[in-house]
């Protein structure tokens, strides 16, 4: 299978690119407005056809390419069921397969970083990996305090749904900060700081007392990416 995990600095996001073989259809995850150019020089090196954009879920700090990749491949764009941009060609249900080329992501629902937060795990029958958007991150989880999030629901996606993957299947996360690239199911149990050993009210205490501030690009973000990236009136970029 081809593989390529790439990232965006300005938001310490991961993009999955994701193929069987080079020259075959490919699907992206996460793809990044600002790292549009990356995605289309190691599609046409490689000789792919991307077929399908995937987010994760509506990002707060960086806009998606999701449009602009739509624009330039035809691609179709994937979210889950209750994703409110307007620009989504395929909605994804709990447990649905998208499937390229040989490729199998089973979608996940895993609310509780935002309502509407899908995962998507690789080669169902057997996971090898699963993609968790900001659901759960490596030794952390997503802020649950906007965009209708909830600690209990993450507790829930976390612990019910994506810890009942085998040990070993490979944890791809959107973002990372502190230059991780990839963990494990069985590594986020066992050293996860905010849910090895804890409870649900422990969880959720936790996350209630993050107090985090608000993403810089978040007032720009959210509308844009609700629109895929591309909204009607410019954007004001944020210094
Ligand atoms: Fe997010």
Known sequence: MLFRQMFDSASSTYTYLLASRAGGEALVIDPVKEQLGQYLT???ELGLRLVHAID????????TALGDLRD??????????????????RRVHDNELVIVDGIALRAV????????????VLNPTEPTAVFTGDVLLIRGSGRTDFQGGDPRQSYDSIVNKLFSLPDAT????????KGWTASSIGE???????????TEAEYIEIMNGLHLPNPKMMDAA??????????STPLRRQG
């Open 56 to 63: 994760t879920h509506i990002h707060a700090d960086h806009i």
């Open 42 to 44: 190691v599609i046409r």
């Open 109 to 120: 629902y895993t609310p509780g970083h935002t309502n509407e937060s899908f995962s998507f």
């Open 170 to 177: 490979t944890l791809y996360p959107a973002h990372d900060y």
């Open 188 to 198: 986020e149990k066992n050293f996860n700081p905010r849910l090895a050993g804890k």
């Open 222 to 231: 959210i509308p844009a990416n609700l629109a895929c990236g591309q909204p």
């Open 72 to 89: 330039a491949t035809a691609c179709a764009t994937i979210m889950g069921e209750r994703s409110k941009a307007d620009c989504i060609s």
